[in-house]
């Protein structure tokens, strides 16, 4: 039996359903991070939802594949209630930083929200971390996956992932420090394992193992020194 491993691009795969409440401390906090976790909608609206993560200050991150070509595209945010045109700060692509920085007018926001922002964690996501992962639906546990779990041809580029892939949001949906409940990514795609018998005729068969998210760091390094949230 030989064995591939692949990429998947989450916005244009099957979707999760919305997420149950979390339990123990997440569930307490289940409230503030969905606050943060908003829905992105193209024009037309695609059939997928796409997710992003409020920053604060009317900023908006999301995975570039899940915008798209903003200048084509014309997303709107919907975020409390409201749905707001975006515009462009900065725009990635899935071949390089899967990330895109949009902004809405953040004087339409709540005044409760307009105040609150999303730190960047720190620190590099470890070997068996708890996270949560949130979309405006409901938050979901997860665990960091070890870098040896990923398949070798993938390791370098794809070291930060998650292990729960059924139950998790999709692109765009931000990963958090369950215990800092700090922002260590954006979901951006799934790693999927296919092995193919080597009886011919018999049926290959493919394994969902993990999600990748864009980590912090490279968050960090994305976002203009002159944007500030």
Not at 97 to 120: F, N
Not at 203 to 228: C, E, G, L, M, R
């Amino acid at each position: 039996m030989t064995a591939a491993a692949r990429l998947v691009i989450l916005g244009c795969a099957a979707l999760s359903a919305a997420l149950p409440p979390t339990q123990g401390r997440a569930q307490s906090n289940a409230a503030d991070l969905r606050a943060f976790a908003v829905h992105i909608n193209r024009t037309p609206r695609q059939p997928w939802p796409g997710y992003g993560v409020y920053l604060g200050n009317g900023l908006i991150l999301t995975a570039a594949h899940v915008a798209g070509d903003v200048a084509q595209t014309r997303p709107h945010v919907l975020i409390a209630g409201q749905d707001l045109p975006a515009a462009l700060v900065k725009q990635g692509s899935l071949e390089s930083v899967d990330l895109t920085l949009l902004s809405v007018d953040g004087t339409k926001l709540p005044a409760g929200l307009q105040i609150r922002r999303m730190p960047l964690c720190k620190r590099p996501p470890y070997a068996g971390e708890k996270v949560v992962v949130a979309i405006p639906e409901g938050t979901a546990p997860s665990r960091i996956l070890p870098r040896q779990a990923i398949p070798a041809e993938l390791r370098g580029r794809f070291d930060t992932a998650i292990a729960d892939v059924a139950t998790t949001g999709n692109s765009g949906s931000g990963v958090f420090d369950a215990a800092d409940l700090c922002l260590l990514g954006i979901m951006s795609r799934k790693i999927s394992i296919t092995r193919r018998p080597l009886k011919i005729g018999a049926q290959a068969h493919t394994t969902d193992i993990a999600k990748y998210f864009v980590p912090a760091a490279a968050i960090k390094a994305f976002i203009p020194p002159s944007v500030s949230f």
